[in-house]
């Protein structure tokens, strides 16, 4: 009786720690592209807060006071090569977001597993349009407008991010309600984006060891970029190890050629993997994405 009682105390904690104001499925009923889950796949968040075994995909949200909503939300998605997720920047980046009035939900989606998906090449990509489907759905009910979602991804979020908002054409959940699944902007915090051998493991996580050249093109989101892809804001540290910059700066270049309209801030320092809090090569980027929303009416002056 006692462990069930430390165990419920602990649980209480973890959920305030969180501070989540909800949690929901992405998907009511049958989840698409899933296989039946092996008794052995369990979901499992070890003492850093990476999460690994990932069958469920959920969308925790976070609300801003009423007094400051202003009716823009960002979906944020975890990087962790696609094989864990690390959530705990995307809960600090959520905080932040509410403080100016942005409604932030946080994405936990399924990483690339044949063991539990059919095609595990698309298994991510089905979790975010899922998710952009499930905001816009229900917009009116948490007081968003629906043309201000914009996606933040972080690492191999910032590559999941990235392949759904120039790939507007390639809808691989089911839509019949021909909800719009473009995010209004994104926001790519040090995100993978060329799919070369610098970053084998991400990739082969996605897409196998020997993918052709037609699917590393595909899966290279800076070759996907077209006029319609929407409005982006980059960070990256040029000293950054684990994704190198030319990353941010090849998307960049893109979206010059193709016409979108962004900002790329390339830090002197920085590293891999930084939050809001930290160096002071680091803890300015979220100020500067403050001030580009602000230049796209995506806060009010106020926040």
């Not at 090569?81 to 959530?87: E, K, Q, R, T």
């Not at 054409?169 to 089911?174: L, T």
């Not at 002197?268 to 809001?276: C, D, L, R, T, V």
Request: aromatic share 8%; charged share 20%.
């Amino acid at each position: 009786m006692k462990q069930v009682i430390i165990l419920i105390l602990s649980l209480l904690f973890i959920t305030a720690s969180y501070s989540q104001d909800l949690v929901l499925p992405l998907y009511a009923n049958t989840i698409p592209n899933a296989k039946t889950t092996p008794v052995d796949y369990i979901e499992e968040t070890d003492s850093a807060g990476l999460i690994s075994n990932v069958s469920i995909p959920t969308i925790s949200v976070y609300f801003p006071e009423k007094t400051k909503a202003n009716g823009t939300a960002v979906i944020l998605f975890a990087g962790g090569g696609y094989f864990v997720l690390a959530p705990k920047k995307c809960i600090e980046i959520a905080k932040a977001f509410n403080e100016t009035g942005v409604t932030a939900f946080i994405v936990k989606y399924r990483l690339p597993n044949d063991k539990i998906m059919k095609d595990k090449t698309i298994g991510p990509l089905q979790d975010a349009q899922a998710a952009i489907k499930t905001v816009r759905t229900r917009a009116a009910e948490w007081h968003i407008d629906p043309q201000k979602i914009g996606l933040m991804g972080l690492s191999a979020g910032g590559h999941l991010v990235s392949t759904l908002g120039t790939q507007p054409n390639r809808v691989v959940i089911d839509n019949m309600e021909n909800v719009s699944l473009v995010p209004d902007f994104m926001i790519l915090l040090y995100p993978v984006i060329i799919y070369d051998p610098a970053i084998s493991r991400t990739r082969e996580n996605l897409i196998g060891k020997k993918p052709s050249a037609q699917t590393l093109n595909l899966y290279s989101t800076d070759k996907q970029v077209n006029a319609k892809t929407p409005r982006t804001f980059l960070v990256h540290a040029a000293d950054d190890e684990v994704i190198p910059v030319k990353n941010s700066l090849r998307f960049f270049e893109a979206m010059v050629k193709a016409g979108v309209p962004g900002e790329v801030h390339i830090l002197q320092s920085g590293g891999h993997g930084f939050g809001i809090s930290g160096s002071d090569d680091t803890n300015n980027w979220f100020t500067w994405c403050k001030d580009w929303m602000k230049k796209n009416n995506l806060l009010t002056t106020e926040n």
